[in-house]
């Protein structure tokens, strides 16, 4: 079966001041890249705007109208230091989250094995009722909710490798053993979550936290002893994988030394239980990579993995 991409150009119209990492160009990389030769049999859909009733799935309705509200009709305004609106931030944000409600129905209903959601803003870092770190809405919590509330999944497993601590999708489950949330990311690095002991209510909340200057051989490390035996013990009915692309060595934000193939490597690891236990049923969802030529380099690899070209190293 096919791979989906799911894309959007509001993603675009999401302004950020100047030099602020988190900024169109790098949806443009993204795109350039999966316009080469090699990707033209990915299925390619437009990310819808998502419903108050999927939105609401993670984030209480009071804030939801709250983000809506402080949209500004000109002219950009801060949330916290690092998060910013501009006029066409909230479609982009509601077509990020959107984006990820379609990929699970689409690989949920068999019409593609799995999907990658290039969108922006990022996700990751809104908690339930608080937007922070580049982020509004959560996608990959949204995702994982609407994946048990409309198809019946009883139980979703989120990989987070982004190298920053979703702090928020940590929030949005700590109380919630249907859902495992296993993560690897640089300590210390902002938010400052994300320690080892930290492991929610059910167990469920899995954190392998990687020292600054960490690379590829210590994220296989961390995902063969400890991320990959709790997800298979775990044995999800989908998979959802925060795809932050900012461990990457070239990346200006943090202080990992991944490379591409690093990435293609779990995104086969987690295709391999993906097949093992939930039919193949995988949805990515862009997070951080804000160098663009790493970003390109690190998306076109895992699209590959996706597309099922074996290009590990």
Same mark, same amino acid.
């Given at each position: 079966?096919p791979t989906?991409?799911? /894309?959007h150009?509001?993603?675009l119209a999401?302004?950020?001041?100047?030099?602020?990492? &988190?900024r169109?160009?790098?949806?443009?990389?993204?795109?350039?890249?999966?316009?080469?030769?090699?990707f033209?049999?990915l299925?390619r859909e437009?990310?819808?705007?998502?419903?108050?009733?999927?939105?609401?799935?993670?984030?209480?309705?009071h804030?939801?109208?709250?983000?809506?509200?402080?949209?500004?009709?000109?002219g950009?305004?801060?949330?916290? &230091?690092? /998060?910013?609106?501009? *006029?066409? /931030?909230? &479609?982009?944000?509601?077509r990020?989250?959107?984006?990820?409600v379609?990929?699970?129905d689409?690989v949920?209903?068999?019409?593609?094995?799995?999907?990658?959601v290039?969108?922006?803003?990022?996700?990751?870092?809104a908690?339930?009722?608080?937007?922070?770190?580049?982020?509004?809405f959560?996608?990959?919590a949204?995702?994982?909710?609407?994946?048990?509330?409309?198809h019946g999944?009883?139980?979703?497993a989120?990989?987070d #490798?982004?190298?920053h601590? $979703?702090?928020?999708?940590?929030?949005i489950?700590w109380?919630?053993?249907?859902?495992?949330?296993? !993560?690897?990311?640089e300590?210390?690095?902002?938010p400052?979550?994300?320690a080892?002991?930290?492991?929610?209510e059910c $167990?469920t909340?899995?954190?392998?936290p990687?020292?600054?200057? !960490?690379?590829?051989?210590?994220?296989?490390e961390?995902m063969?002893?400890?991320?990959?035996?709790r997800?298979?013990?775990? !044995?999800p009915?989908?998979?959802?994988?925060?795809?932050g692309?900012?461990?990457? #060595?070239?990346d *200006?934000l943090?202080?990992l030394?991944?490379?591409?193939?690093?990435?293609a490597w779990?995104? #086969?690891?987690m295709?391999d239980?993906?097949?093992?236990?939930?039919?193949?049923?995988?949805?990515s969802?862009?997070?951080?990579?804000?160098d663009?030529?790493?970003?390109?380099?690190?998306?076109a690899?895992?699209?590959?993995?996706?597309?099922?070209?074996d290009?590990?190293s």
């Amino acid at each position: 079966m096919p791979t989906l991409y799911v /894309t959007h150009p509001a993603a675009l119209a999401h302004q950020t001041p100047l030099g602020h990492p &988190e900024r169109p160009e790098r949806i443009r990389a993204v795109e350039g890249v999966l316009e080469k030769e090699r990707f033209a049999s990915l299925i390619r859909e437009k990310a819808p705007m998502a419903e108050m009733e999927s939105l609401t799935l993670a984030h209480p309705e009071h804030y939801v109208i709250g983000i809506r509200d402080m949209a500004p009709r000109e002219g950009l305004i801060r949330i916290d &230091e690092d /998060t910013v609106m501009s *006029p066409g /931030t909230y &479609e982009a944000a509601l077509r990020a989250a959107g984006g990820a409600v379609l990929a699970v129905d689409e690989v949920m209903s068999g019409q593609v094995r799995n999907a990658f959601v290039a969108m922006r803003p990022p996700g990751h870092h809104a908690e339930r009722s608080r937007a922070m770190g580049f982020c509004f809405f959560n996608n990959a919590a949204i995702a994982a909710r609407h994946a048990q509330s409309r198809h019946g999944a009883e139980r979703v497993a989120i990989l987070d #490798w982004d190298v920053h601590h $979703g702090n928020g999708t940590q929030d949005i489950f700590w109380r919630d053993p249907t859902v495992m949330y296993c !993560s690897t990311h640089e300590m210390p690095l902002y938010p400052g979550t994300g320690a080892a002991s930290e492991q929610g209510e059910c $167990g469920t909340i899995v954190n392998a936290p990687l020292a600054t200057g !960490s690379d590829g051989a210590a994220f296989r490390e961390a995902m063969e002893t400890i991320v990959l035996p709790r997800i298979e013990a775990f !044995s999800p009915d989908l998979i959802v994988i925060s795809a932050g692309f900012d461990a990457h #060595w070239r990346d *200006p934000l943090a202080g990992l030394n991944f490379t591409e193939a690093d990435f293609a490597w779990a995104t #086969w690891k987690m295709m391999d239980l993906a097949d093992r236990f939930c039919g193949g049923r995988l949805v990515s969802v862009l997070e951080g990579g804000y160098d663009l030529e790493g970003l390109s380099k690190s998306v076109a690899a895992h699209v590959d993995a996706l597309m099922g070209r074996d290009m590990r190293s």
